[in-house]
Each structure stands twice: as structure tokens, then as C-alpha cells.
């Protein structure tokens, strides 16, 4: 699992479809999708919880490798609130994404800001 190595957070799957990425971070993120697309079932949940959801976000939900809560991440997302005291759909992410060894890709800095060990690629800044 996770050859590519990146969860894609929820506010960059709705950046990239409505376009607003600038150019290279655009094709980057269509590299990550198009070679192993990761994303965490909290990341699905918000995605198609809207009232009208985009049929590109759906077709992207349904191609999309959904990694589940297990014992694994349910411990590590005990451990991030404890620790972090951050807001549960984000400690879920952010244990889903250590859990795996996975970078997360999101311009959410400031609920994961905290967690030192959590790697993340904020897609604004690719260059």
C-alpha cells in the first residue's frame, strides 16, 4: 500500500477540480492522482457530505484508493488528540497519514502544524 506515499486532503481534491491550483501544482497533484490517488475514508466523507457534489469528485472518490479506520489509526488518533489536542476528522487524517508513512498534500497547515512528525506538501508552494 502507498507506493506513492501521499494522502490527498480534502481541501486539495476540491482545489484541483475547481481548477484554482496555479499550473505546477496542478500537474502535480495530477501525477499523485494519477499514479496511486489516497485519501482517508474522513476525507471522503467530507468530500461527498455536500448537497451537490461534482461528478469529477465523485469519479475521483470511486477511483480512489480509501484507507479505513483500523485498531492502528484509531491508537494513533487517540494519541495525536491527547498529544495535540487538534479536532477529531483532522487527528484522523493525520493518523491515517503516519500510521502509513504517507505525506499529506493540503493547504490546511494550521490543524497539522503542530504534529512535528507529520509530513506535509503544501501544493501552493510546489514550484
Known amino acids: 500500500m502507498g507506493a506513492a ?3 490527498i486532503d480534502t481541501n486539495t481534491i476540491i482545489d484541483f477540480s475547481a ?3 496555479p499550473a505546477k ?3 502535480y497533484v495530477a501525477r499523485v492522482i494519477d499514479d496511486y490517488p489516497q485519501i482517508s475514508v ?8 455536500f448537497n451537490h457534489v461534482p461528478e469529477e469528485i465523485i469519479a475521483f472518490t470511486e477511483n480512489a484508493f480509501v484507507i479505513t479506520l483500523d485498531d492502528n489509526i484509531v491508537a494513533q488518533t487517540i ?9 477529531l476528522p483532522d487527528a484522523i487524517i493525520a493518523a491515517t497519514a503516519l500510521t502509513f508513512d504517507l505525506t499529506i498534500i493540503t493547504n490546511n497547515t494550521d ?3 503542530s504534529i512535528s ?3 506535509v506538501l503544501i501544493p ?3 514550484s
Do not use: C, M, P
Request: aromatic share 12%.
Open 79 to 87: 494519541l495525536l488528540r491527547k498529544k495535540y489536542k487538534i479536532k
Open 25 to 27: 501544482a496542478h500537474q
Open 5 to 7: 506515499g501521499y494522502l
Open 42 to 49: 474522513i476525507n471522503k466523507i467530507e468530500l461527498l457530505g
Open 19 to 21: 481548477k484554482r491550483l
Open 111 to 113: 490543524d497539522f502544524k
Open 124 to 126: 501552493y508552494s510546489v
Open 117 to 119: 512528525e507529520l509530513q
